[in-house]
Nanobody, 115 residues
Framework: QVQLVESGGGLVQAGGSLRLSCAAS????????MGWYRQAPGKQRELVAH???????NYGDSVKGRFTISRDNAKNTVYLQMNSLKPEDTAVYYC?????????WGQGTLVTVSS
């Protein structure tokens, strides 16, 4: 069974930075996509960024130039470096892992950005 464990959320002032981590465990196909989604109160879950095992990345428009996703394949871990945070980045951030026939979500970690 595949599990995801997230860490790194918290409270930060606008303009600050946070780094989220998500470690995957279990039987994981080597070709996979790991990513981060977020959901703010009253809004739909949206893509923040994802990264394919080969390194190709994709970002949501609202975070381009401010957030950077990276991964360590040896550790099955994905990171999200969030810089220049804005109050509108406040949300629960969920880690996601996909490979053929499997999609797994983390439990979510709250990021709160104060103005």
């Amino acid at each position: 069974q595949v599990q995801l464990v997230e860490s790194g959320g918290g409270l930060v002032q606008a303009g600050g930075s946070l780094r989220l981590s998500c470690a995957a465990s279990g039987s994981i196909f080597r070709v996979n996509v790991m990513g981060w989604y977020r959901q703010a109160p009253g809004k739909q879950r949206e893509l923040v960024a994802h990264i394919i095992s080969g390194g190709t990345t994709n970002y949501g428009d609202s975070v381009k130039g401010r957030f950077t996703i990276s991964r360590d394949n040896a550790k099955n871990t994905v990171y999200l470096q969030m810089n220049s945070l804005k109050p509108e980045d406040t949300a629960v951030y969920y880690c996601n892992l996909k490979f053929p026939l499997v999609e797994v979500w983390g439990q979510g970690t709250l990021v709160t950005v104060s103005s």
